[in-house]
């Protein structure tokens, strides 16, 4: 099954593969840790908030996850960009492979150079953080 980028049932299959990543990476990880919020802007308007936005947060902290579909800042990694300028990255399927890491990478950095795409924080604060669930969502991403 495939969702329309950040539409409430890709959020909702977000939030379960954060959820199950988490429950199984604190079994090794007790210390678990991240945050992450990304919003974007000039959403299609029938999943899009009154200012055209979407988005979504997750704090993961002392064994819990906090998953909320609004915007807040008090995260450590967070993306602001054009909807229709992230959808490609959102939708690249790494499947694992360092070379097609790279270029997702690479891709990103151009959408960052050419203003679609803001981010600010580190992804990756200190050892205990999750590791990346980009490619399950991918998967699952019109």
């Known amino acids: 099954m495939k969702y329309e980028f950040a539409c409430r049932d890709w959020c909702a299959a977000l939030h379960g593969l954060i959820a199950e990543r988490a429950t199984w990476e604190l079994k090794t990880k007790p210390n678990l840790a991240m945050s992450i919020c990304e919003v974007f802007t000039n959403a299609p308007a029938h999943i899009a908030d ?12 002392d064994g819990k996850v906090d998953f909320q579909i609004r915007e807040r800042d008090d995260v450590r990694f967070k993306v602001v960009g054009d909807y229709a300028a992230i959808l490609p990255l959102g939708q690249f399927d790494t499947r694992g492979d360092p070379e097609r890491a790279a270029e997702l990478a690479a891709l990103a950095a151009k959408v960052v150079e050419s203003g679609g795409m803001k981010t600010t924080g580190e992804r990756i604060a200190n050892p205990q953080a999750m590791t990346s669930i980009h490619d399950a969502i991918s998967r699952l991403t019109l």
């Open 50 to 61: 009154v200012d055209g936005k979407v988005a979504w947060s997750c704090i993961i902290e």
